[in-house]
């Protein structure tokens, strides 16, 4: 069973940088297909694709946040992470990370961790 | 980006009865390959989207056949023929053919 599990703070002050990190068990990381990727959530609100990576380190990532942007991997551990600098209030939000497969023609998020509350504040 | 529409915002369903939601796509989510990337997803209360419905009207792993989804080009919809308790939450659209991947904003379904 492929599980994810973000880790990570649940309060960042504003201006700095939000990091966050998914532990990826019950799959191989570095698979043909997959990659790894963060979706966020607003309070009450709608789905934000964030970015994605693949196992060998090239990323994708969405334009309107792509400046405050950085995910990396760790393939050693099974793990993939988020850092988001600059961050203010807008930015709190439930941070979900997602498998993403994309092989043979068919792409989509099939398996999502739980979701970690990330709140901006002083 | 590809702004996705749903409607309506809102479903309150008697179990049993069918339910239809609709998602319309501001360009076409045909690919030159053929395929159409346009997805469905379900957020239960307290728990991530899982995914329903993916390339249009193909089911995920594990999901019951009530659900089906149709569409083409810019319009789709997914049915529900016959709600049960365990379907109500909120209901995403998703299209993958362009990054950024955009999600539509959300249809809640309740049960009468």
């Known amino acids: 069973q492929v599980q994810l599990q973000e880790s990570g703070p649940g309060l960042v002050k504003p201006s700095e940088t939000l990091s966050l990190t998914c532990s990826v068990s019950?799959?191989?990381?570095?698979?043909?297909?997959?990659?790894w990727s963060w979706i966020r959530q607003h309070p009450g609100k709608g789905l934000e694709w964030i970015g994605y990576i693949y196992y060998s380190g090239s990323t994708f990532y969405n334009p309107s946040l792509k400046s405050r942007v950085t995910l990396s991997v760790d393939t050693s551990k099974n793990q993939f992470s988020l850092k988001l600098s600059s961050v203010t209030a807008a930015d709190t939000a439930v941070y979900y990370c997602v498998r993403y497969y994309d092989n043979d023609g068919y792409r989509y998020f099939d398996y999502w961790g739980q979701g970690a509350l990330v709140t901006v504040s002083s | 980006d590809v702004v996705m529409t749903q409607t309506p915002l809102s479903l309150s369903v008697t179990p049993g009865q069918p339910a239809s939601i609709s998602c319309k796509s501001s360009q076409s989510l045909l690919h030159s390959d053929g395929r159409t990337f346009m997805y469905w997803y379900l957020q239960k209360p307290g728990q991530p989207p899982q995914l329903l419905i993916y390339e249009v009207s193909n089911r995920f792993s594990g999901v019951p056949d009530r659900f089906s989804g149709s569409g083409s080009g810019t319009d789709f919809t997914l049915k529900i023929s016959r709600v049960e308790a365990e379907d109500v939450g909120v209901y995403y659209c998703m299209q993958s053919i362009q990054n950024p991947h955009t999600f539509g904003g959300g249809t809640k379904v309740e049960i009468k």
């Open positions: 019950g799959a191989s990381f570095i698979s043909h297909g997959y990659y």
